[in-house]
C-alpha cells in the first residue's frame, strides 16, 4: 500500500485526504516490463468505490513503452 507518490513531505500533506493505492510490478525473468498503481481508497474515507481502479501504469511490448490511462489499455497491447 502506498500513497500512489501523492506525499510531498510538507505539512500541506497533513490537510489532503491521500489517495492509496496498490503496487504491482510485472517482470518478465528478472527484467521488470510493465507497472500498475491501483487506486483502492483514501486515508480519510477509506474505499474510493467508483473511483477505484489505474492511478498509474505502463507495459513494455517489443521495446516501446506504453502508458496507460485505464486498465482496459492493457488489452490493446498484443505482444509482450
Same mark, same amino acid.
Given at each position: 500500500?502506498? =500513497?500512489?507518490?501523492? #506525499?510531498?513531505?510538507?505539512?500541506? =500533506? #497533513?490537510? #489532503?485526504?491521500?489517495?492509496?493505492?496498490?503496487?504491482?510490478?510485472?517482470?518478465?525473468?528478472? &527484467?521488470?516490463?510493465?507497472?500498475?498503481? /491501483? /487506486?483502492?481508497?483514501?486515508?480519510?474515507?477509506? /474505499?474510493?468505490?467508483?473511483?477505484?481502479?489505474?492511478?498509474?501504469?505502463?507495459?513494455?511490448?517489443?521495446?516501446? &513503452?506504453?502508458?496507460? &490511462?485505464?486498465?482496459?489499455?492493457?488489452?490493446?497491447?498484443?505482444?509482450?
Amino acid at each position: 500500500m502506498t =500513497d500512489c507518490d501523492e #506525499r510531498t513531505g510538507t505539512t500541506e =500533506d #497533513r490537510q #489532503r485526504n491521500m489517495p492509496l493505492c496498490v503496487e504491482v510490478e510485472i517482470h518478465e525473468g528478472t &527484467r521488470q516490463v510493465g507497472y500498475l498503481s /491501483l /487506486l483502492i481508497e483514501n486515508e480519510k474515507f477509506g /474505499l474510493v468505490g467508483e473511483g477505484m481502479g489505474l492511478y498509474s501504469g505502463f507495459v513494455e511490448a517489443k521495446g516501446a &513503452r506504453i502508458d496507460l &490511462r485505464k486498465l482496459n489499455d492493457i488489452l490493446s497491447v498484443k505482444e509482450w
